[in-house]
């Protein structure tokens, strides 16, 4: 019982318990109409303040803070209230840290503002909290407008199902003869129809050749209601289709300009991927993103199968192209939170798997790594082989791990991506099984021999 109980002993690690490390620390509890901030006692007569959020209060909480010595300053990431104040600070010089609300919730008991920002100065004193990851400004730009970006294609999106929904009403049963009505069929049969066209002959003759209905079935799907109130909601609808399509252009237009910042490397590793080719699909961007984003990290990570130019982009929004924030890839893995969480307790692992996550880097490469159900490629082999004995969960997160450790390598070393071939992977579980045959075979005081195929 002794030697069992001495195994499930672990080495006890050397801790420097409540040893103040920054000495000149502030934490701050951010609200939307007034700003907390603690400072150790003695800097001043009192040692928590409280500012307005208006900028002219914030820039005097600032000056605040450096009369008081202040060096380093902690405060939790408390929706959008926090990025005015943490950019007048880090221009101040001041070292800033945003910290993740999970990590710094009080003990249990009372609760207060004032109570807060104590608390989290107390914290930072002490070196307990770990700022949160934040790239550059360059690619905080950048991730602003592909968010934007994207909260734009979903109100566009919502006026199309209006324009669905006034048609229906209409009992004009385009959806029902076209797989988009937002084609280049769907949309000049509706806007003759916003220009007083009524025969369904002629608004079916607009009917592009690639559609699979005829021009018949068009036509016999166009014979409706026409009454004046829906015909005012499809109106209504178009024109705010329209509108959204614009500010994307205008939204494509300034990401251009902000890739063209970027200046390529003298001497880029990998060849720039072939200019498009392709008619742009929907929702894509109007410009060559590939190029801009080669342009933006010297190396073609649409290269990689599974990662198309948009994917690619929602990826280095949120990273960026600089891996040195992650000693190791199994770091950059479990900030992504693609690797597993163990619960161990009592010498026993109590719970596995990943973490919740809202990521959108996450989202991203497990997009891509479901896309790769069907391809024929390295990637594509390893993901069926784990749905195969694991399920299709498990097989979605550990193709994105693979991803991942893939995207880490080629930002870091500028090197390109070389696919091995859909069967790489079986023959490397096949050399596994072979192996595993050949030890058991020993254990058992025998041997292994292959046979010849006849």
């Not at 010595?69 to 209230?81: N, R």
């Not at 959204?244 to 991927?273: G, H, I, K, V």
């Not at 479990?334 to 990521?359: A, E, F, M, Y």
Request: net charge positive.
């Amino acid at each position: 019982m002794s030697k069992k109980r001495s195994k499930r002993q672990k080495k006890a690690k050397d801790l420097d318990a409540l040893e103040q490390i920054n000495l000149n620390a502030a934490g701050i509890d951010i609200g939307a109409e007034e700003v907390y901030v603690a400072v150790p006692k003695g800097r001043d007569d009192e040692s928590v303040r409280s500012f307005p959020t208006f900028t002219a209060d914030l820039h005097r909480l600032a000056n605040w803070l450096a009369k008081c010595g202040i060096e380093t300053i902690a405060m939790e990431s408390t929706g959008v209230y926090w990025i005015p104040l943490f950019e007048i600070l880090e221009s101040r010089g001041f070292e800033v840290y945003l910290v993740n609300a999970h990590h710094i919730k009080n003990v249990s008991g009372r609760k207060s503002d004032v109570l807060d920002c104590q608390w989290i100065q107390q914290l930072h004193t002490y070196g307990l909290l770990q700022p949160s990851f934040r790239p550059p400004e360059q690619i905080c730009a950048i991730r602003s407008l592909v968010r934007h970006r994207d909260m734009l294609i979903k109100y566009r999106s919502a006026h199309i199902q209006h324009m669905q929904k006034a048609l229906t009403v209409m009992n004009l049963r385009l959806t029902n003869v076209l797989s988009d009505i937002t084609g280049v069929t769907g949309m000049k049969i509706i806007r003759s129809i916003m220009a007083g066209e009524r025969n369904p002959e002629v608004l079916a003759s607009y009917r592009h050749s690639n559609c699979a209905k005829n021009q018949i079935e068009i036509a016999k799907s166009l014979e409706g209601n026409y009454k004046r109130e829906h015909l005012f909601a499809l109106k209504q609808a178009l024109e705010l289709y329209d509108f959204y399509d614009r500010q994307l252009r205008d939204c494509d237009a300034e990401l251009e300009m902000l890739y063209q910042e970027f200046d390529l490397p003298d001497e880029p590793s990998t060849p720039p991927p072939d200019p498009r080719k392709r008619k742009r699909r929907k929702n894509q961007p109007h410009f060559d993103l590939a190029q801009s984003l080669y342009r933006m990290t010297g190396v073609d990570l649409t290269q990689v199968d599974g990662l198309e130019a948009m994917t690619v982009q929602d990826i280095l929004s949120e990273i960026g192209t600089d891996m040195n924030p992650w000693p190791t890839v199994k770091h950059f893995a479990s900030w992504l939170r693609l690797s597993p969480n163990n619960k161990v307790t009592g010498g026993k692992v109590k719970q596995r798997g990943t973490l919740p996550s809202q990521n959108r880097a996450n989202t991203a490469f497990r997009m891509a790594a479901q896309s790769l159900a069907r391809s024929d490629c390295a990637l594509g082999s390893f993901y069926r082989r784990i749905r195969a004995r694991h399920g299709g969960p498990k097989a979605v997160t550990a193709t994105a791990h693979k991803l991942a450790r893939i995207v880490y390598f080629m930002l870091k070393n500028r090197q390109p991506y070389h696919d091995p071939g859909a069967d790489y992977y079986e023959e490397q579980y096949r050399i596994r099984a072979i192996r595993n045959l050949q030890r058991r075979a020993s254990k058992l005081g025998m041997r292994l021999e292959p046979v010849g195929v006849t």
